[in-house]
């Protein structure tokens, strides 16, 4: 699968750089994977992956708990601004899978987050260069993979991280 391979290098930004950077070499459509975060219903983080991060300011365990809670506050913030729905809850409390309004992608001058929920409550989030198309084809393989290939499997216990 090209999308994770290692084979491109990529061009370090200096922090006097344009606000968005051209895609590094070698990655064709853009999609260059940097961080790949999978985490369930109650917020434990399953799977964290990391390629071509040019910059670890956090140590894994704060960077976790700090993009778990920045998608809790994301959805509930869109749930009660979602102008469709009359019904508004409290801003923070939880929300069931597929309540809501849903937001699939952010995006700043450095990345991209690209984010998907299944209806079980399985949270994958893959960061990326900001100018990578809708990667939410992407993330239902990845998200079909995590059901074929770890739910399946009789010796993975629900709720501990991936190995």
Known sequence: ??????????ASVAPDAT?????P???????????LY???????????????????????TQD???????????????A???????????LGVPLLPGQGCSFYSFKTN??????????????LILITHPRTGDQRDMLKHI???YVEYVVKNPLYTPGTPIK
Not at 19 to 23: K, N, T
Not at 80 to 90: Q, S, V
């Open 64 to 78: 976790q708990k700090l993009m778990f809670g920045l998608l809790f506050s994301l959805r509930s913030f869109t």
């Open 143 to 145: 998200y079909n993979l």
């Open 1 to 10: 699968m090209q999308f994770f391979g290692g084979g491109s290098s990529v």
């Open 80 to 90: 009660k601004i979602d102008p469709t729905t009359a019904e508004k809850g409290n």
């Open 25 to 35: 070499p070698g990655t064709g459509t853009g999609a260059n994977a940097q961080v």
């Open 19 to 23: 606000p968005a950077p051209a895609a």
């Open 38 to 60: 999978v985490f369930n219903r109650g917020g434990v983080c399953l799977l964290y992956r990391e390629w071509h991060r040019p910059l670890r300011t956090l140590d894994p």
């Open 110 to 123: 450095t990345y991209k987050l690209n984010f998907l929920e299944s209806p079980s409550g399985i949270k």
